[in-house]
T-cell receptor, first 110, second 117 residues
């Protein structure tokens, strides 16, 4: 079973829509859940991370963890064309290692 | 805003040759990492480095790979004898590490695209 699974998309939505990006993970021991954004031919950029269960909000972005179902989500409100990128979920394994999902390619259409 | 830098942006090499990929982590960060991303695949962890030694490595990071912090600012990844399957984007990352929570904030560089022919 893969540690982190993410639908690669692509996902295309109109500007202003609410976007929901999701991942599942396999090991209930994982505690830290990260979201990165990656523009074409660039390195991953840390958006936000959450510890254990619950929500975390940062501007238009909300990260949510449901440990009972091993499900992590990123919501983008009022989506903008500049949000078009690949979004990577990741879990922290052990002390220092990030394990990434496949990434979901998102396009926001003006 | 401080950022991780990497050179070169693109490296082309022949199979069997040695390559060195260079990174300058964010100043005052203590933990350094290399990841790679083969085209169309996931970003994969290679190695983490702290206090001048490897703290964790993946099964990908075999004897052909080595890392070094030759001075106070650079962090390098060496591949001794490149293979075709080493073609990938290689990302360097760093994290502050001064507090326990800092490990979780890994900041990535723009990557070096390695092409092995």
């Amino acid at each position: 079973q893969k540690e982190v699974e993410q639908d690669p998309g692509p996902l295309s939505v109109p500007e202003g829509a609410i976007v929901s990006l999701n991942c599942t993970y396999s090991n209930s021991a994982f505690q830290y859940f990260m979201w990165y954004r990656q523009y074409s031919r660039k390195g991953p950029e840390l958006l936000m991370y959450t510890y254990s269960s619950g929500n975390k909000e940062d501007g238009r972005f909300t990260a949510q963890v449901d440990k009972s179902s091993k499900y992590i989500s990123l919501f983008i409100r009022d989506s903008q064309p500049s949000d078009s990128a690949t979004y990577l979920c990741a879990i922290f394994q052990g002390a220092q290692k990030l394990v990434f999902g496949q990434g979901t390619r998102l396009t926001i259409n003006p | 805003e401080p950022e991780v830098t990497q050179t070169p942006s693109h490296q082309v090499t022949q199979m069997g040759q040695e390559v060195i990929l260079r990174c300058v982590p964010i100043s005052n960060h203590l933990y350094f990492y290399w990841y790679r991303q083969i085209l169309g695949q996931k970003v994969e962890f290679l190695v983490s480095f702290y206090n001048n030694e490897i703290s964790e490595k993946s099964e990908i990071f075999d004897d052909q790979f080595s890392v070094e912090r030759p001075d106070g600012s650079n962090f390098t990844l060496k591949i001794r004898s490149t293979k075709l399957e080493d073609s990938a984007m290689y990302f360097c990352a760093s994290s502050p590490g001064q507090a326990a929570i800092d490990f979780y904030e890994q900041y990535f560089g723009p990557g070096t695209r390695l092409t092995v022919t």
